[in-house]
């Protein structure tokens, strides 16, 4: 057998540059909201801004009624997707996507979380049947699935009764969850019933691991496999090779990359940017080097679980930015983890205005605060 040629060594700085094009966020892109969804293979979404704030950050001109309107008309949902979180997907990905997925929702609760010990020895097919009908009934928030859920097994502890159901059929919560400057608690019904059951075409890891490269690549195994929460992708990938372009990064580690995709050179400036808490971008690989040192990466993570809010110099992760906001004023509070140049102040400063323009538009007395590096 040949062979096979070296692959070509690219540095963190080529990895962070194929990143952020793919990403959007190297220029601001006029791709329409949906096509933008389905690009970077969903949103992740457990709170109801972020998407927003990272759709502004990468489209040219977005505003936050294009999105609602979206989840408004049922085109674009909130379901739990990759690594078992909620995620903001148009209709046609979202029960494709969720078929894939399915094993890691499941093992998410059966293996990974204290519901699952509590509904063992259950008929579980009946379970699912009745969490189910239940919703489809009528959306339903998990208090009161859990609750009712608990009629019909009263031994049984209800937040794990309607966990169990969020991860044993694909749930979507319904408006005005979701929608920009609305409140109120997620209610859910199943993506069938919403979506009707035809929705979407029929999805493969094939298709799948692709549309991750394409979105995040070049990329390890292990990249995969942090991004989706699947795991023994090995197999998967190695029969897509002859189809796959293949590089190797700094460390020696393979990594591999969709035909054709954008690799601009190290060198191409990137702008200053705003990501919202739990961007993709942080979160899909299992080296995120390529964007936010492994100092950085610790400390923006919250002590509640939570992610901070993050803002990018020269393309990687140089601090945190928060808005604090009453009826009358809008602070935008940004945090470098070490001093910046005048130039990085002062384009990060002008980029935060815009932000605040975006966020705060009926604010009155908007602005802007820099906080010293401890």
């Known amino acids: 057998m040949p062979k096979r040629p070296p692959s070509t060594v690219l540095s963190q700085r080529s990895l962070n540059r194929a990143l952020l094009e793919r990403q959007l966020l190297l220029r601001r892109s006029k791709l329409p909201v949906e096509r933008t969804l389905e690009q970077l293979v969903g949103m992740q979404a457990q709170a109801t801004n972020p998407p927003y704030f990272g759709l502004w950050t990468r489209l040219e001109g977005f505003q936050p009624g294009a999105l609602s309107r ?13 690594r078992s979180t909620i995620h903001l997907v148009t209709a046609r990905d979202c029960l494709p996507l969720r078929s894939v997925l399915q ?37 339903r928030t998990l208090l009161e699935l859990g609750e009712l859920l608990q009629e019909r097994w009263p031994k049984r502890d209800a937040r794990s009764l309607a966990y169990a159901i969020r991860n044993l059929v694909p749930l979507v919560q319904v408006p005005p969850r979701g929608l920009w400057g609305v409140g109120g608690q997620a209610a859910s019904t199943t993506a069938e019933s919403w979506l009707g059951p035809e929705s979407g075409s029929e999805s493969s890891l094939d298709a799948l691991i692709p549309r991750y490269l394409a979105a995040f690549g ?10 989706s929460g699947l795991t023994r992708l090995r197999e998967a990938i190695e029969n897509l090779r002859p189809r796959l372009r293949t590089f190797r990064d700094e460390h020696g580690v393979e990594l591999f990359d969709v035909p054709d995709a954008p690799l601009p050179e190290p060198d191409v400036p990137a702008p200053p940017r705003f990501l919202p808490d739990f961007d993709n971008v942080l ?19 919250a002590a509640n679980g939570l992610f901070l809010s993050t803002f990018l110099i020269d393309g990687f992760v140089r601090g945190t930015w928060k808005l604090e906001q009453d009826k009358e004023r809008a602070t ?30 009926d604010a009155r007395t908007p602005d802007l605060r820099f906080v010293s590096p401890k």
Not at 334 to 346: D, G, M, S, V, Y
């Open 218 to 227: 070049p990329a390890s195994v292990k990249d995969v496999q942090t991004w």
């Open 332 to 361: 935008l509070v940004i945090r470098p983890f070490t001093p910046l140049k005048k130039p990085e102040r002062a384009a990060l400063a002008e980029e935060g205005e815009r932000l605040l323009a975006f966020a705060a538009p």
């Open 70 to 82: 979206l989840i408004s008309r049922r085109r674009a949902v909130r379901i739990a997707l990759m």
């Open 283 to 301: 979160l899909s690989h299992a080296d995120r080097t390529r964007i936010i040192s492994e100092e950085h990466r610790k400390a923006i993570a």
């Open 103 to 139: 094993p890691v929702l499941e093992r998410s609760l059966f293996t990974g979380s204290s519901y699952g010990r509590a509904i063992a020895g259950m008929d579980i097919p009946a379970l699912a049947a009745a969490g189910r009908a239940l919703v489809e009934e009528k959306p």
